[in-house]
């Protein structure tokens, strides 16, 4: 069992859809999917309007941490007011 997942990374990008699809044929009730940077982010909130049982962690992951400005806190609570964003996750503050 994990705890959560990266859909949005590029890796995905040709079969990501097919991916959701087995996971909901194979009996997953929801994925966690989650946010690394506001690039990732952005993609995870299409990804939860366009999914019903995939759910969203955002954050920044400390690698990214020198890219953190008043824009990057603006952004992310944008996104924190979607009731599909579970988590904030990766985070550095």
Partial sequence: MDSHSHLDLREFDDDRDEVIKRARRGGIGCI?????????????????DSHDFVYGSIGIHPHDARDIDEQTY?????FANNKKVLAFGGITI
């Fill in 74 to 78: 603006k952004c992310l609570k944008s």
């Fill in 32 to 48: 966690l999917t989650v946010g690394i940077n506001l690039e990732s982010c952005s993609r995870v909130m299409g990804l939860i």
